[in-house]
């Protein structure tokens, strides 16, 4: 029977492990439908501090019981069987890794995007028993990059599910997820290449620094036309007083509106 492959993308504390689990209760009496996940957390919490070849060694153990588990799943003929990965994925080459594997075992793959903002991570990560240090989640997040469905093949089938929302135990939720499942086990990724995708990724990457340019001197200019215009309206005294700090506030702003371009996390046009 097909079986789907599953990665559940978003900031520790989104709500991952928890919808993971709910999903795996939902479908275990279902006819038609198997669903069961890996906790890459399982592999990495043996590790007291952080040592990267531990690290890397954890999530090499990982991806081995994911390809264990589709392995099993594609010889069982009674069921559709979906697969959940539960990793934070904040690398898109993270997700590439697992798109790798659905394609090697003939599986089907698909994401779900928990989309949540800092602030609201770290609150629910203070209520934790296992707690993320704040600077390693502050980091996560800076470094974070949302699936495209619209720029590439591995990411083209991606439920967006916005985390603060989430009521595990509504009908309809589960319902969404289930069309979705159904949806991508219906239609897998054909015509993939490799090569080819990489040739359209080098060339995205090429017109996003072109962008990204070209709106780091526009905002430039932007910013240095706003400080010139405080600076003719206030009297010399205000602008000595004033002048720095303004400074400063803009090009954190203009710093920041051009991370968020690269991260994918806002969007140009409505």
């Known amino acids: 029977m097909p079986v789907l492959l599953v990665a559940l993308v978003g900031l520790p504390a989104a709500g991952k492990t928890s919808l993971s689990r709910r999903l795996c209760e939902a479908f275990d009496n279902s006819a038609t439908l198997h669903v069961e996940a890996v906790h890459f957390d399982d592999f ?52 590439k890794q697992l798109f790798h594997r659905a394609l090697e075992t003939g599986a089907a793959f698909a994401q779900v995007y928990l989309r949540i903002d800092v602030e609201s991570a770290l609150r629910r990560n203070a209520a934790r028993d296992a707690i993320v240090p704040e600077q390693s989640l502050r980091r996560m997040a800076s470094l974070l990059e949302p699936p495209l469905p619209q720029a590439s093949l591995s990411e083209k089938h991606c439920l967006q599910l916005e985390s603060l929302d989430i009521d595990l135990d509504s009908d309809a939720l589960m319902e969404t997820v289930r069309q979705f499942f159904t949806s991508a086990l219906a239609n897998p990724v054909e015509g993939w290449s490799g090569e080819a995708e990489a040739a359209a990724e080098e060339a995205r990457r090429a017109n996003a620094e072109s962008l990204l340019h070209q709106i780091d001197l526009a905002s430039k200019k932007v910013f240095g036309d706003m400080m010139r215009a405080a600076a003719e309206a206030s009297d010399a005294k205000a602008v000595k007083r004033e002048f720095g700090a303004r400074s400063r506030d803009l090009n954190a702003l203009r710093r920041e509106f051009k991370q968020q371009i690269q991260q994918g996390t806002r969007e140009l046009w409505a």
Do not use: H, I
Not at 56 to 78: F, G, H, I, M, P
């Open 44 to 95: 990495e919490a043996s590790a007291v501090t952080f040592d990267p070849q531990e690290w890397k060694d954890a999530r090499t153990a990982a991806l081995s019981a994911v390809t264990e588990r589709l392995d099993a799943l594609k010889a069982e003929s009674n069921k559709c069987n979906v697969l959940l990965v539960d990793d934070n994925g904040y690398y898109r080459s993270m997700r």
